[in-house]
Every structure is written in structure tokens, then in C-alpha cells.
């Protein structure tokens, strides 16, 4: 089956560079989620979108800018990198029944490391 | 604010024996409540969900218990296998809330 595409696995930037993370959600799917899993610590969710508009919000930084395009897929756009920007970036999709389950479906995850 | 709490960030249990992971959370406007396995270098995977209509879950080997009084659930493992040494991650939903919010994560070592 199908599974969340993301990519690249690994990127690595200097500080104040730019990155760009890609999302692909399993088919049908509508809502698409990115997390930040810093070393050692719990995904912090950043932010959602269903049927392309932002749906909801977490603790995004300024820095950090996201859309959901035509086809579902979304873009994670980071500027200004610092080294705290250093984690791995979770995207996740759910389908219409969400509401009823709750259930989120994983990526294997971007790795940025800012140097 | 931390609103999904796993306090044990690691636990380690005999093979064949029962695992138990606890789970806290202080948000009562919680609707569903889920447990995600995560392996090193993947994504979490949905492992088991329990509304907050429900008091138990059971799917197989794996059973989640919810006290909401207490404002707390755990996932029972059992028997407990090698492959199932993998962090758990705790999390949490609101219906129309689209979103979950994770606990820290309990890194289950399954010992032969």
C-alpha cells in the first residue's frame, strides 16, 4: 500500500539558508500535518492543512511557511535556518474519517541538520 | 504546557512478561487517545486508539486501558516480544481538532 512520501530524507544547510520539504500523502487522503521531533524530544506539531487551506496551527516559527498544493502534496519552507532547526520533520496524512479515529498516517521523516 | 504526559522515558521488560506503559494527560476536552510505535529512522506507526467513550481496547497482544477520571491511559503488551523494543509515543486528539498531541515517547527494550 501506499504510503506518506517525504522528501529528502537528509538535508543539511548553513545557518540563515534556506530549505524546502516536500510532502506526498497517501491517495484520498485530505489533511496533511507536519512535526518537529527534536533529539530527544516528543513530534511538536506545526501545522495542518485540509483541502489546501490551513486548517490549524502550532508552534510554527515566523521563519517557517507551509502550503498544500492543487495535488494534495505540501512544501515545509524554512528560512533564516538556525541551529535549533536541527530535527526531523514528520509529515503526516490523514483521510476524510479522521474525526471518527483520530488515526494519522507517518512519513519516515526529513533529517535537517543546520551547521 | 505539557498536556500528554509519559512519564518513564525508558522501560525494560523480560521476554514473554507483560509490558505496561503509562500515559497522563491533563486536557479533559481529549476525544481519542492512541499509541504509535516508532522505530529508529522511521516514521511513528498507529499502533492502537481508545475513544473516550470507552474504558478498554483490545487488538491482540495489545490492550489500552482509560481512566478518565484519573485522567489516565496505558497499553498493556503481552506476551512482550523482542520486536516490540521500539519507543511508544502517547497522543491525544479533540474531535474537529486536526491535529494530535504527543507525550514524550517510552523507549520499550524487550530483553531475550
Known amino acids: 500500500a501506499a504510503g506518506v512520501i517525504q522528501s529528502p530524507r537528509h538535508l543539511i544547510k548553513e545557518k540563515r539558508e534556506t530549505a524546502t520539504l516536500k510532502c506526498y500523502p497517501i491517495?484520498?487522503?485530505?489533511?496533511v500535518y507536519w512535526y518537529q521531533q527534536g533529539p530527544g524530544q516528543d513530534p511538536q506539531f506545526l501545522i495542518s492543512f485540509y483541502e489546501k487551506m490551513q486548517s490549524d496551527k502550532g508552534s510554527i516559527p515566523d521563519r517557517f511557511s507551509a502550503q498544500q498544493f492543487s495535488d494534495y502534496h505540501s512544501e515545509l519552507n524554512m528560512s533564516s535556518l538556525e541551529l535549533g532547526d536541527s530535527a526531523l520533520y514528520f509529515c503526516?496524512?490523514?483521510?476524510?474519517?479522521?474525526?471518527?479515529?483520530?488515526?494519522?498516517?507517518f512519513g519516515e521523516g526529513s533529517r535537517l541538520t543546520v551547521l | 504546557d505539557q498536556q500528554v504526559k509519559q512519564n518513564s522515558p525508558s522501560l525494560s521488560v523480560q521476554e514473554g512478561r507483560i509490558s505496561i506503559l503509562n500515559c497522563d494527560y491533563t486536557?479533559?476536552?481529549?476525544?481519542?487517545f492512541l499509541w504509535y510505535k516508532k522505530y529508529p529512522a522511521e516514521g511513528p506507526t498507529f499502533l492502537i486508539s481508545i475513544s473516550s467513550i470507552k474504558d478498554k481496547n483490545e487488538d491482540g497482544r495489545f490492550t489500552v486501558f482509560l481512566n478518565k477520571s484519573a485522567k489516565h491511559l496505558s497499553l498493556h503488551i503481552v506476551p512482550s516480544q523482542p520486536g516490540d523494543s521500539a519507543v511508544y509515543f502517547c497522543a491525544a486528539a479533540m474531535q474537529g481538532a486536526q491535529k494530535l498531541v504527543f507525550g514524550q515517547g517510552t523507549r520499550l527494550t524487550i530483553n531475550p
Open positions: 486536557n479533559s476536552m481529549f476525544d481519542y
Open positions: 503526516a496524512s490523514s483521510p476524510p474519517q479522521f474525526a471518527n479515529t483520530g488515526e494519522l498516517f
Open positions: 491517495p484520498r487522503h485530505d489533511t
